[in-house]
């Protein structure tokens, strides 16, 4: 269990293939603003693969922590995962989102640092990520989970690689 800054209880689970809607829902509570610095496009919703992908995991290439509502196990808040990449075993791609009213209180953090522990335990050594360049929020979050960070633009986007910080 953790508690945010405004008192809300949140549990933190693995997804699992049975949270496909709740997960289509959780997308649909997100502010246009939001949905497009995860995905860096408009995303109203999720198709049938795409849900598939998302929740029916490996847990070892790729992973999946999902935030949720203490009084409320369906409501997805928020959810970090990584991918691992097949050229370098040691390295993965990550994203972290957290619903609207969910943000700056901690949950990114909180998320980006059991994502990190997840990956510690599977040998994963470092995240990339692409970003929007205006995000400053996950820049933040970048410079909490990682000793070293590498970045560079590629036209709006900034491409982030981080070391991951010892435990």
């Known amino acids: 269990m953790h508690t945010l800054t405004d008192g809300t209880e949140i549990e ?22 939001s949905r497009h610095k995860r995905f860096l496009a408009p995303k109203p919703h999720f198709n049938a693969s795409e849900l598939r992908y998302l929740t029916e995991l490996d847990g070892f290439d790729h992973v999946a922590i999902l935030a949720t509502l203490a009084d409320d ?21 990550v994203a972290i989102v957290v619903g609207d ?23 994963v050594r470092r995240f990339t990520a692409t970003l929007l360049g205006d995000n400053v929020a996950a820049h933040r979050l970048f410079h909490a989970i990682s000793d070293r960070l590498e970045g560079r633009m590629e036209g709006g986007t900034r491409v982030l690689t981080a070391e991951i910080a010892a435990a």
């Open 12 to 33: 933190f689970r693995q997804i699992r293939p049975d949270d496909k809607e709740n997960l289509e829902t959780a997308l649909g509570r997100l502010s246009p603003e």
């Open 73 to 93: 196990p369906n409501a997805i808040v928020g959810v970090a995962r990584f991918v691992r990449l097949r050229d370098l075993p040691d390295t993965a791609e």
């Open 101 to 123: 009213r969910f943000q700056g209180q901690g949950l990114g953090r909180e998320l980006g640092r059991r994502i990190a522990d997840e990956a510690r335990e599977r040998d």
